[in-house]
């Protein structure tokens, strides 16, 4: 009997959530995903010094403003680990744009751009990156001119269904929405402890893909931000799941059977609900994890970001 990682490789894209490229030669993903705090993990570790010298030393031939130099060296060290990953593994790699500009649709359009640009100038084709923005409103009307000029997205931070709806409006290539992280939320909110098959993190990612599946969207729905192998398992099926080092070694490690949970032939979810700005608005202020959450989802990855740029500084 294969192990359950190779099982559920048969039925499910699996993406490394990791920019360690030995634990990526390890687990031989199709995908992988990197954010600021990965990156920022990245960079402590010795086989990355060269690659942090480099990108400061890049960013200061380029001039401008202190931090402007910030942002090019911290883009350049996102790329750079990026083309790394993209030498291990046969599909893409995920590069997030700046969480500070998660409310600024323009902003976010451009640094997007020059991530692609970076890329292009190591012989990386857009076909091979998916740039990874928060999924606030600004956030998803910037994936949807992205994706019209051939850049695809993978909208991150996603915790409601009117988030999934909207980037499916939206025409964006993937979504990644947070299981551990929904779970955290109803554990700290109600003091109940949940099972595999009540996780409301896996039950988000259910009525999405659901959602997706009955009305036809091409939208791929990855999800994310695990906490347990139990969510993995409840979730074999699901078009991707980007998964841990370390849960990737405990699935590799366990060889009991491993039974599909989602498939597009069983799919029964809702009709189709377009949203407007004031009513995606309205339902996300509704639910107050998701609103919690992202708000905490961009704060954190701002402050990850900032240290690294601190690693950066001449």
Aim: with cysteine.
């Amino acid at each position: 009997m294969p192990n359950k990682l190779a099982q559920l490789k048969t039925m499910t894209d699996v993406v490394a959530d990791t920019g360690d490229i030995e634990a990526i030669r390890q687990f031989a993903p199709e995908d992988a995903t990197t954010n600021p705090s990965l990156l920022l993990k990245a960079a402590s570790l010795d086989e990355y010094t060269a690659h942090l010298r480099g990108a400061r030393q890049w960013a200061q031939s380029q001039g401008g403003s202190n931090q402007a130099q910030l942002d090019n060296a911290c883009d350049k060290f996102a790329v750079d680990i990026g083309c790394e990953i993209l030498r291990v593994i046969p599909g893409r790699v995920s590069s997030e744009v700046d969480a500070r500009l998660s409310f600024d649709r323009a902003a976010t359009v451009a640094r997007a751009q020059r991530l692609i640009e970076l890329y292009a100038a190591n012989d990386i084709g857009p076909e091979r990156v998916l740039i990874k923005i928060a999924s606030t409103w600004e956030g998803i009307q910037a994936a949807a001119e992205l994706e019209r000029q051939g850049i695809h997205c993978n909208l991150t931070l996603l915790f409601s269904f009117a988030q999934a709806a909207a980037c499916a409006d939206a025409g964006v290539f993937l979504i990644s929405p947070f299981v551990g992280r929904i779970l955290d939320w109803y554990q700290q909110t109600t003091g109940n402890t949940y099972s595999a098959d009540t996780d409301p993190g896996v039950l988000s990612v259910r009525r999405i893909y659901d959602y997706y599946k009955t009305n036809g969207f091409g939208t791929v729905v990855m999800g994310a931000s695990f906490r347990n192998t139990g969510e993995i398992e409840a979730l074999a099926g699901c078009d991707r799941l980007t998964i841990s080092p370390t849960l990737l070694a405990e699935l590799e490690q366990d060889e009991a059977v491993l039974q599909r949970q989602l498939s597009p032939e069983s799919a029964a979810g809702e009709s189709r609900c377009a949203l407007t700005e004031s009513s995606f608005r309205w339902a996300q202020n509704e639910d107050a994890m998701a609103t919690e959450k992202l708000a905490e989802g961009i704060r954190n990855f701002a402050a990850d970001q900032i240290r690294l740029e601190q690693l950066l500084i001449p």
